[in-house]
């Protein structure tokens, strides 16, 4: 699977970011996707995902009525609407295709993985 992230950048606090997850070769489309995101010296976390057919989304506390996963399957990309960021939300951010339909917030239920995009938020 070669998952395409894209859409970080530098952006001021509050303001607003779209990431965006292509999957062009349409592996695993049948699956969850998910996003996560790694800030220096910190772990590997969840952020957001969502079900293979869109219906069912995922947030992680810290995000929940800040950010929107959605997915376009005809185009087979994952987006991350990314609204009022916070320097915290200052990460590298990684999409990840899982192992089923149904959505996991485990990183170990995500074996495909893009390379990441970077979001920095000034404050």
């Known amino acids: 699977v070669q998952l395409q992230a894209s859409g970080g950048g530098l952006v001021q606090a509050g303001g607003s970011l779209r990431l965006s997850c292509a999957n062009p070769?349409?592996?695993?489309?049948?699956?969850?996707v998910g996003w996560f995101r790694q800030a220096p010296g910190k772990e590997r976390e969840f952020v957001a995902a969502?079900?293979?057919?869109?219906?069912?989304?995922h947030y992680t506390e810290f995000v929940k009525g800040r950010f929107t996963i959605s997915r376009e399957r005809a185009k087979n990309t994952v987006y991350l609407q990314m609204n009022n960021l916070k320097p915290e939300d200052t990460a590298v951010y990684y999409c990840a295709v899982g192992r089923r339909s149904g959505i996991d917030n485990d990183p170990s239920g995500y074996p495909y993985w893009g390379r990441g995009t970077q979001v920095t938020v000034s404050s």
């Open positions: 969502v079900s293979w057919n869109g219906g069912i989304t």
């Open positions: 070769d349409r592996t695993a489309s049948n699956n969850a």
